[in-house]
């Protein structure tokens, strides 16, 4: 990477180390901070770029704890295609409309663009940059449900398999809670699941 290159980047994760501070709910603040920590340690492991691993992961959330009735209003402003499902349910829009704000706001770069954008989802086309974000949001240190000593330890392993084993288990949780699927999910796992 171009020295340039690693000021641009160095830049963006000063100032979104400032917004993180500023968000108003504590638990969303040490659930980022999480997920940026795991996300340097996977990167780190996986010979990836962990100042992008640590901006995508610092803004991921940014929006996760806006007004439910304000995301559909700001998905418009920013021209995103709202689906059924993100209609039924706008939180779920609350990673692209962070992507969307951070490639206006500091033009950040393509791969953590979509990491973000397709945090929630899945995405069948992920870089490993997004892979890192989708597994470190589900196994960060405050995380704690079922499984997850399992899906921590294969994140040690097998990135790749990590990544299908979570989004495997969020699919299994959705339906069994008889949730909505995004399309993206469903794309994710029938592009990764014969890998
Ligand atoms: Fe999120
Ligand atoms: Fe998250």
Same mark, same amino acid.
């Given at each position: 990477?171009?020295?340039? +290159?690693?000021?641009? =980047?160095?830049e963006? $994760? *000063?100032?979104?180390? &400032?917004i993180? !501070?500023? /968000? ?12 940026a ?9 996986y010979n ?5 691993? +640590?901006?995508?992961? =610092?803004?991921?959330? $940014? *929006?996760?704890?806006? &007004?439910?009735? !304000?995301f /559909?209003?700001?998905a ?9 499902v ?16 951070l ?21 069948k086309?992920?870089n490993?940059?997004?892979k ?5 949001d589900s ?17 040690n ?21 008889e ?5 993206e999910?469903?794309?994710a796992w ?5 890998k």
């Open positions: 990477m171009k020295y340039y +290159e690693v000021i641009f =980047l160095e963006i $994760l *000063f100032y979104l180390k &400032k993180v !501070k500023r /968000l108003n709910t504590e638990h969303r603040i040490k659930h980022i901070m999480g997920v920590y795991t996300a340097k340690i996977l990167a780190e492991k990836e770029n962990e100042i992008k691993a +640590e901006i995508a992961a =610092l803004g991921h959330d $940014l *929006f996760r704890d806006v &007004k439910p009735y !304000k /559909l209003k700001i418009k402003v920013y021209g995103i295609d709202i689906s059924y993100e209609e039924k349910n706008p939180i779920l829009l609350h990673g692209k409309i962070a992507a969307e704000y490639k206006r706001e500091y033009e950040i770069p393509n791969d953590i663009y979509e990491a973000i954008y397709y945090h929630t989802s899945g995405y086309y992920f490993n940059i997004g890192i974000l989708f597994i470190s196994i960060e240190p405050t995380r704690n449900y079922d499984n997850v000593e399992y899906f921590r330890n294969i994140a392993i097998d990135l790749d398999l990590a990544y299908k084993e979570i989004l495997k288990n969020k699919i299994i949780f959705a339906l069994n809670k949730h909505y699927l995004l399309k999910t469903i794309d029938n592009y990764n699941i014969n």
